[in-house]
């Protein structure tokens, strides 16, 4: 099972992509991996995140890809099988939890309350997707958490944003946020893979 303390490591930031157009994937991969973001996920809210998945892998073996919107145990399985790497829910369950393990394949789970983190982490989880991060109560909750439970550590998303994204990486307990601001919406549609390169660059770049 890979190591999602390793994972979370290697980039500040992971893209969360969201495929429209199964030719768009391997080419919006790339630039994001030249760019600088060695972490991709991949959602299965479309009909194409499968095959996306399993075309990036191929074609960028050094990138790191896992798969998003993961829910129930069958997709579990079948990200797996597409050579997902991680796995990212919004929340979790215990048949979630149950079947990735059954699959040896790690899985970073949603949380927003300390008990949802503490029921984790009891199961031997330290590593959790804090969503949706914003609305959940940013950084101060974050904060707040970090004082009683300083073992875990989370990757916050929904609604990082430039403006926001630094204060989040500052945290002790932040190893790296998921968004979607660097995939902008324009330049993927015209297929100018030199912009999403360079705005991938710029978050790559961010410190923590
Ligand atoms: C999502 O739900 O798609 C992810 O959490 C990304 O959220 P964002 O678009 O606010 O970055």
């Given at each position: 099972m890979e190591c999602l303390d390793r994972i979370m490591g290697l980039s500040p930031v992971i893209p969360v992509m969201v495929i429209?157009?199964?030719?768009?994937a391997v080419p919006l991969a790339t630039a994001l991996y030249r760019g600088g973001l060695k972490v991709l996920e991949v959602t299965?809210?479309?009909?194409y995140g499968l095959q996306a998945i399993a075309d990036i892998g191929q074609a960028l073996p050094d990138a790191v890809v896992g798969a998003g919107t993961v829910i129930t145990p069958d997709d579990v399985k079948t990200a797996r099988q597409a050579g997902a790497r991680f796995l990212v829910s919004p929340g979790c369950t215990p048949r979630l939890l149950a079947s990735a393990q059954a699959e040896d394949i790690a899985l970073l789970p949603g949380v927003n309350t300390p008990s949802e983190a503490m029921l984790l982490l009891e199961q031997g989880l330290r590593h959790l997707k804090f969503f949706p991060a914003e609305t959940a109560g940013g950084v101060a909750m974050l904060k707040s958490i970090?004082?009683?439970?300083?073992q875990l550590r989370f990757c916050p998303t929904g609604g990082i944003n430039p403006q926001n994204a630094a204060s989040y990486l500052d945290?002790?307990?932040?190893a790296c946020v998921g968004g979607?601001?660097?995939?902008?919406k324009r330049a993927i549609a015209a297929g100018d893979w030199d912009t999403v390169e360079r705005l991938s660059r710029e978050v790559a770049g961010l410190s923590r």
């Open positions: 429209d157009d199964p030719d768009q299965l809210r479309t009909e970090a004082g009683p439970l300083p945290l002790p307990n932040v979607t601001w660097m995939l902008d």
